[in-house]
């Protein structure tokens, strides 16, 4: 672990754990508990708990076959908006985006003491770049290699009852762009198959995805590392919705303010985490016929169907020599994946506004499972403005997945789903302000007309102009006056009217 401007840089899985637990964040299980079904049941009802519940280590986790697993298991360690600021090292996730578009703004200014003053800034973007090391990191501190691999030894979930087995479900799939040579980290939930067999569940809009097309056109193997358990940052860039020419560990490097470090692979061309608790190593033949992945209880709280995928084939597992498996749950929500993706959601708005700048915010709130609802407040300015918002976002690289775009004006505070729904339930009139429209949608979207396919509805629900049909008189929004408000302010502790301890007020 370092520091960088006060506050914590966590190199290791390990150290970030540590640091959860001096802070409060961290409940220790010692009883035994079982991988098979018990452990995410338990993590179910955490992560339901007020503000997201507390991370958990489990201690003494019970393999499928009744032994002990060697290695405790981490969950829910992203799964509160503190925990996943401390991931990132940051105060807040604003700040971070406050970070990118300090960089979008980076103009070099006149005069020597000026230019001077920018280089702090341009050298911090110089040091963001992963580094590679030689042998001996970490992560091959134990190596296992061929037919002496077993996932049957590692404490591999399997989350609900219908599942199709143990996933793998915080991973870190490594691939490379066999033509541009570009790097790819994507997270997938992979699926045990055997001993030493994976199917790898990549949707077709996946960079990964988009590899292993090209490499089976051509009729090369491929080959694939799976990391688990890397330092935090690089975890959560996994997931985010990066440009394919953009590394993940580059912009992990971003958020941490220091380089990620990696190295390579003992049986393929491939960098991973130095610092990563386990490394799973192998390939995709594009000769062999696709295998059956699923059933999978999924993050929009239903199962999805089994399908044919690729199966990856192990060569190789390393780890550290005291290793913590890392792992999650998804399914109903709130779950922690939901504050992943509320880092995502206030990390990329900067790169939203510059394409869209009339955009002021935007929430996905957790029932929507980021793509069903998404609200947005906008500077308007002109009749037709949210429609042209709305296009525009449906333009927009993964937002094109919405289903329901609700669109209010800019003093709406769209992280209150309570606010946002009632002044859009009061702003609409259904048939004049509803914009339906047809493009892709998620490939879970189990209610689609077609496979990644069917309609999307954009809400109007911004004061309307008259251009826009509405010759009324638009009311203004019940407040109490600031003097009065003051006045009941001075004397509400005298009043006695505070909810009862345990109660909402």
Request: proline share 8%; charged share 25%; hydrophobic share 40%.
């Amino acid at each position: 672990m370092n520091q960088r401007d006060s506050h914590p840089v966590f190199d290791r899985l390990g150290d970030f754990i540590d640091a959860l637990d001096r802070a409060g964040e961290l409940t220790r299980v010692t009883l035994p508990v079982s991988a098979k079904l018990e452990l995410a049941a338990i993590s179910d009802r955490v992560m339901k708990q007020p503000g997201g519940g507390r991370a958990v280590l489990f201690e003494h986790v019970l393999l499928d076959d009744g032994t002990r697993s060697r290695y405790p298991v981490a969950i829910n360690l992203f799964g509160s908006m503190r925990r996943m600021a401390m991931a990132l090292g940051a105060e807040d996730l604003d700040a971070i985006g406050g970070r990118i578009t300090e960089l979008m703004e980076l103009k070099v200014p006149d005069g020597l003491v000026a230019k001077l003053a920018l280089l702090p800034r341009l050298l911090e973007v110089a040091k963001f770049p992963p580094r590679v090391r030689g042998p001996g990191a970490p992560s091959q501190e134990i190596v296992t290699r061929g037919e002496d691999v077993d996932l049957r030894r590692l404490p591999i979930l399997t989350c609900w009852p219908g599942d199709g087995g143990p996933y793998i479900t915080l991973p870190m799939v490594i691939s490379r762009d066999p033509v541009r040579g570009i790097r790819n980290v994507g997270m997938y939930r992979v699926q045990v198959l055997g001993p030493r067999t994976l199917a790898m569940h990549w949707q077709r809009h996946k960079v990964g995805a988009a590899h292993w097309r090209t490499m089976a056109d051509r009729g090369e193997t491929m080959p694939v590392c799976i990391a688990v358990g890397a330092d935090p940052a690089s975890i959560y860039a996994a997931t985010a919705p990066l440009p394919p020419t953009v590394d993940e560990f580059l912009f992990a490097g971003f958020l941490r303010r220091s380089p990620v470090s990696l190295t390579r692979a003992v049986t393929c061309d491939l960098e991973v985490p130095a610092e990563a608790e386990f490394v799973i190593e192998g390939y995709i033949d594009p000769r062999e016929p696709l295998v059956t992945e699923g059933p999978f209880g999924d993050h929009t709280g239903f199962y999805s169907e089994a399908d044919l995928y690729p199966a990856v084939h192990l060569t190789a597992v390393t780890s550290r020599r005291d290793p913590v498996y890392a792992t999650t749950i998804v399914g109903r929500p709130p779950m922690e994946d939901f504050y992943l993706g509320h880092a995502t959601e206030r990390i990329f708005l900067p790169l939203l506004r510059l394409t869209i700048p009339e955009i002021v915010d935007y929430h996905m709130p957790s029932e929507g499972i980021f793509h069903n609802l998404v609200f947005v407040s906008i500077d308007k300015q002109y009749p037709g403005h949210a429609q042209k918002v709305m296009n525009a976002l449906w333009g927009q690289g993964l937002m094109s997945l919405a289903k329901l775009l609700v669109v209010v004006d800019k003093d709406v505070n769209v992280r209150d789903p309570h606010e946002a729904w009632w002044v859009a339930l009061n702003h609409i009139d259904p048939e004049r302000d509803a914009r339906f429209t047809m493009g892709p949608i998620d490939v879970l979207d189990h209610a689609s007309r077609a496979f990644t396919y069917g309609s999307k509805m954009g809400l109007d629900a911004t004061r309307k102009m008259p251009e826009e049909g509405y010759t009324g008189h638009w009311p203004a929004v019940i407040v109490t006056d600031a003097a009065t408000r003051a006045q009941v302010d001075a004397r509400w502790s005298a009043l006695g009217l505070d909810a009862a301890p345990g109660r909402a007020p």
